[in-house]
């Protein structure tokens, strides 16, 4: 196996900064072509070997993750506080939800099942039984992002440990450390040499993790151009693509939005809005839609921007200087086209802090609406119809999540029957997600499950054994 630590080449280093202050906080070797080859042949190499490995075996080394990220649970935090300038609140929540991650994952490495087939429906059939198992599809590589830094690469590497699959993983380059961390507590849970290899690169030197048809399967979560692009790259490899979109919530008529005013703040502002499901889109009832705008701005107004290491803090810096300049630009254009700015988004002097910033009236032609913002952003629309506000999230190119606070349970089955999205959040906000439910898109949010099981599910192929009479 192959670690970030291992592949120092002059000239050839990453600097990793601390995303609020700017300072450099670590450097990190950056993998070559040849590093990628070796992951490769040694990952290969170990497909017998993992997927020998029994059921229980698959538990201790999960089970020994679990035990090690409590442990270091406080240096992942921190770390993540600075890689990602993630407010130290949701950084705590990440580590949690990446314990969950791999607890879940030592659940389901001891329950692979099959299924019994009766064949005797037809008399050529009597006397023959079959059945079904599931089988590690081999070597996967997965590319990460840098929002969840820790947790979405848990949702990678914990289902590959649980089904048996050696793996290479190419973190993104803004934020490495977590997931360098993470392969030092792999390297002591005894896995089968050469099961894995975490290798922080370049995008030109990663490509055979798409290309090469040694590798099975490919699971990369990140832009939607990107991810197309594999997808027309990686010939005839599994591929599960999770990539984004412009998240909507739907605010019914004669719902008692003053409940939901704080969900919705935290769920469109929280980390700067740097999630695939944080909510960017608001439709409200026209009933209430002055009145609910009212108590939206105002609590927005006092959401805490500024140092992610302030507990208080819940919109910390964007990734970089170039992302909060295009989320600013964005909105610039819609205002340009008539939109009305309700709360004025600003960049904080010397940072990459983007303040909260709410609009309406914002065509659907327009990048803010149409596009996924990942910013601290929303815009908001009035509905006069149930079915019209059901239609304007299907005129999205994206299929994420949607949620929908309703009190008509005709109006809750008639979103998940008509909503073309992969999930749909009932009494929530779109960005809902428990580490155990299947989540993923369809249209350009992409396709696949995550989830630990049905990643596992992803990372696995039936196979058929008919046992014929007379054996």
Request: net charge negative; hydrophobic share 40%.
């Amino acid at each position: 196996m192959i670690l970030a630590s291992q592949c120092s080449t002059p000239n050839q280093d990453l600097s990793v900064y601390d995303k609020f202050t700017r300072e450099i906080i670590a450097t990190v070797p950056l993998a070559t072509a040849a590093h990628f080859e070796t992951a490769i042949q040694a990952g290969y190499a170990a497909t017998d070997s993992m997927q020998r490995l029994s059921g229980a075996e698959r538990k201790r080394i999960l089970v020994h993750c679990v035990a090690r990220l409590r442990q270091s649970r406080e240096d992942f935090v921190n770390t993540l506080v600075k890689e990602a300038g993630k407010p130290v609140a949701f950084a705590e929540i990440e580590v949690d939800r990446c314990i969950e991650t791999f607890t879940l994952a030592a659940e389901e490495a001891t329950r692979s099942a099959g299924n019994f087939i009766p064949l005797d429906g037809t008399p050529r059939g009597v006397g023959t039984m079959g059945m079904t198992r599931r089988f590690p599809v081999g070597l996967c590589s997965f590319i990460t992002p840098f929002n969840f830094p820790l947790n979405l690469v848990a949702h990678k590497v914990a289902p590959a440990i649980a089904a048996g699959c050696p793996f290479i993983l190419k973190p993104a380059s803004w934020t490495p450390l977590c997931s360098i961390m993470l392969g030092d507590i792999l390297l002591e849970a005894g896995l089968p040499e050469g099961a894995f290899s975490i290798l922080p690169a370049t995008r030109q030197t990663a490509l055979p993790l798409v290309t090469d048809d040694r590798i099975e399967m490919l699971s990369f979560t990140g832009s939607d151009t990107v991810g197309w692009q594999m997808k027309r790259d990686c010939g005839r490899k599994r591929i599960c693509l999770e990539l984004g979109g412009n998240a909507t919530c739907i605010v019914d008529e004669h719902f008692p939005w003053q409940d939901s005013v704080a969900k919705i703040v935290s769920a469109a502002f929280g980390q700067s809005g740097q999630s695939c499901i944080s909510l960017q889109r608001l439709l409200i009832h026209r009933s209430m839609y002055e009145a609910m705008l009212e108590q939206l701005v105002q609590s927005a107004s006092a959401v805490q921007f500024g140092d992610p290491a302030d507990p208080l803090t819940v919109v910390g810096p964007m990734i970089d200087d170039a992302e909060a300049d295009r989320v600013l630009h964005w909105i610039e254009q819609a205002k340009a086209a008539g939109a009305r700015e309700l709360l004025a988004a600003k960049r904080v002097n010397g940072t990459a802090i983007v303040t909260p910033g709410i609009l309406d009236r914002v065509s659907e032609d327009q990048s803010l609406c149409c596009d996924e913002a990942f910013g601290p952003v929303m815009i908001t629309e009035a509905f006069d119809d149930f079915d019209d506000a059901l239609a304007r999230v299907n005129r999205s190119k994206f299929g994420l999540q949607t949620g929908v606070f309703t009190e008509k349970i005709s109006h809750a089955w008639k979103a998940w029957e008509t909503l073309k999205v992969g999930g749909v959040i009932v009494g929530d906000t779109p960005n809902t997600r428990f580490d155990s439910m299947p989540y993923g898109g369809i249209k350009a949010s992409g396709f696949g499950r995550e989830g630990v099981r049905y990643a596992i599910e992803e990372m696995t192929n039936e196979r058929l054994l008919v046992l014929k009479p007379g054996m």
